[in-house]
């Protein structure tokens, strides 16, 4: 089997390492526009890869420069590039999924990414009929949240007779949070912005409703150091959820973790237009913001991964709550972030299961109506990524 890995940065190296050290993975191509990054990730990955942990049975690492940006509405371009693949992850911005797509379609690959925008997995779920005539599977949004926490609140209802409310909290978070913010990046700053611009999707009495972000601030509480947080609305967390359990869950909704006073922070940067994309003065707010941020929320520390997702509903005629959590942290041995960690391993796990036959339908699917829920979260776990479930 052959992987190709699209984007060099830490989800997409992270990604390569977990694939690489599959059975039955003999190849895998790392794809990045920047040689420089590709020639790190290279040593990089050799180094890990070489520290014995599958006794020099680790698939062999290949790295190739393109600019993803040369993709036309088609995706031809990128035929070359992903020729002989089983399955393509697509840790790149989400702008190229949509291309990246239509490409896979074309070669006969498989395909899943981190996605992010709802919007741009509305036009790949448009694609369905088109790569189920190609005999392959794209599984969109295979991340953390779109992604991991989705399949655990899937996989949840399968426990329950009816099902009143679906919660999922998820945030990624600095070790040692520092003021004023009390946040570092960790993952794009186009990636953050964006999900606090775009609307959330909810189901609410049932129905599906877009609900702006940066509002319906809520507390609560993660076992110490962490504390009191908060959580409130952004997009795309919750992927097609809303959509695919519609009248399945009375209650569905997705919000994001942070440090109390976040959301008021960007809440307050919005109103004044500090996101506007329109030029002022010479100067586009969203973009100049976005430079600032990486700036200054880029150090050392390291990071946190917290999720929660709440299932309540009817179980054998006796009201019950079912609660999926996980605290991850960064790993000093393989240098991988804890959102590395708790986004690209998911998104491999689903990758070489497509590679593998485990995914048997096919089409441009949500993972929730593909992806065998028991087999992944048992291979999220076989990660070191600890998900504990407890009934309350």
Same mark, same amino acid.
């Given at each position: 089997?052959?992987?190709?890995?699209?984007?060099?940065?830490?989800?997409?190296?992270?990604?390569?390492?977990?694939?690489?050290?599959?059975?039955?993975?003999?190849?895998?191509?790392?794809?990045?526009?920047?040689?420089?990054?590709?020639?790190?990730?290279?040593?990089?990955?050799?180094?890990?890869?070489?520290?014995?942990?599958?006794?020099?049975?680790?698939?062999?690492?290949?790295?190739?420069?393109?600019?993803?940006?040369?993709?036309?509405?088609?995706?031809?371009?990128?035929?070359?590039?992903?020729?002989?693949?089983?399955?393509?992850? @697509?840790?790149?911005?989400?702008?190229?999924?949509?291309?990246?797509?239509?490409?896979?379609?074309?070669?006969?690959?498989?395909?899943?990414?981190?996605?992010?925008?709802?919007?741009?997995?509305?036009?790949?779920?448009?694609?369905?009929?088109?790569?189920?005539?190609?005999?392959?599977?794209?599984?969109?949004?295979?991340?953390?949240?779109?992604?991991?926490?989705?399949?655990?609140?899937?996989?949840?209802?399968?426990?329950?007779? @009816?099902?009143?409310?679906?919660?999922?909290?998820?945030?990624?978070?600095?070790?040692?949070?520092?003021?004023?913010?009390?946040?570092?990046?960790?993952?794009?700053?186009?990636?953050?912005?964006?999900?606090?611009?775009?609307?959330?999707?909810?189901?609410?009495?049932?129905?599906?409703?877009?609900?702006?972000?940066?509002?319906?601030?809520?507390?609560?509480?993660?076992?110490?150091?962490?504390?009191?947080?908060?959580?409130?609305?952004?997009?795309?967390?919750?992927?097609?959820?809303?959509?695919?359990?519609?009248?399945?869950?009375?209650?569905?909704?997705?919000?994001?973790?942070?440090?109390?006073?976040?959301?008021?922070?960007?809440?307050?940067?919005?109103?004044?237009?500090?996101?506007?994309?329109?030029?002022?003065?010479?100067?586009?707010?969203?973009?100049?913001?976005?430079?600032?941020?990486?700036?200054?929320?880029?150090?050392?520390?390291?990071?946190?991964?917290?999720?929660?997702?709440?299932?309540?509903?009817?179980?054998?005629?006796?009201? @019950?709550?079912?609660?999926?959590?996980?605290?991850?942290?960064?790993?000093?041995?393989?240098?991988?972030?804890?959102?590395?960690?708790?986004?690209?391993?998911?998104?491999?796990?689903?990758?070489?299961?497509?590679?593998?036959?485990?995914?048997?339908?096919?089409?441009?699917?949500?993972?929730?109506?593909?992806?065998?829920?028991?087999?992944?979260?048992?291979?999220?776990?076989?990660?070191?990524?600890?998900?504990?479930?407890?009934?309350?």
């Amino acid at each position: 089997m052959k992987a190709v890995v699209l984007g060099a940065g830490r989800m997409g190296r992270a990604a390569a390492w977990d694939l690489a050290r599959q059975p039955g993975m003999t190849t895998v191509k790392l794809v990045d526009r920047e040689a420089d990054l590709l020639t790190r990730a290279g040593k990089e990955l050799e180094r890990l890869l070489s520290d014995g942990q599958r006794s020099g049975r680790a698939a062999r690492i290949e790295g190739q420069t393109y600019d993803l940006d040369q993709l036309g509405p088609q995706g031809s371009e990128l035929l070359p590039v992903i020729e002989g693949a089983s399955v393509v992850l @697509s840790s790149a911005d989400y702008r190229f999924n949509e291309a990246v797509t239509r490409a896979c379609i074309q070669a006969g690959a498989h395909m899943c990414d981190l996605g992010g925008n709802l919007f741009v997995v509305e036009r790949q779920m448009a694609m369905s009929q088109e790569a189920e005539r190609a005999g392959i599977c794209v599984v969109p949004d295979c991340g953390l949240a779109p992604g991991m926490a989705c399949l655990l609140g899937a996989l949840g209802l399968e426990h329950f007779d @009816s099902v009143e409310s679906l919660r999922l909290r998820v945030g990624g978070l600095p070790a040692h949070p520092k003021p004023p913010l009390n946040y570092k990046l960790v993952f794009s700053v186009r990636g953050l912005t964006n999900e606090y611009l775009e609307p959330a999707e909810v189901l609410r009495d049932g129905k599906l409703e877009r609900v702006p972000s940066l509002i319906d601030v809520e507390s609560l509480t993660f076992p110490e150091p962490f504390g009191q947080l908060e959580a409130f609305n952004t997009s795309g967390g919750c992927s097609t959820l809303p959509k695919t359990l519609r009248g399945k869950v009375r209650n569905l909704d997705y919000k994001t973790i942070r440090y109390p006073g976040h959301c008021a922070a960007f809440a307050g940067m919005q109103a004044i237009g500090l996101f506007s994309e329109e030029t002022f003065s010479g100067v586009q707010p969203r973009k100049f913001v976005e430079d600032m941020l990486e700036r200054h929320l880029n150090d050392d520390d390291t990071d946190v991964v917290l999720v929660r997702v709440v299932v309540e509903g009817l179980k054998a005629g006796e009201q @019950s709550r079912l609660v999926y959590e996980v605290i991850d942290r960064h790993d000093a041995s393989t240098g991988h972030s804890a959102m590395a960690r708790t986004t690209a391993y998911p998104a491999a796990a689903i990758a070489y299961m497509l590679a593998a036959g485990a995914i048997e339908k096919r089409g441009v699917l949500p993972g929730e109506l593909c992806v065998p829920l028991g087999p992944f979260l048992s291979a999220v776990r076989a990660r070191g990524i600890e998900v504990q479930e407890r009934w309350e």
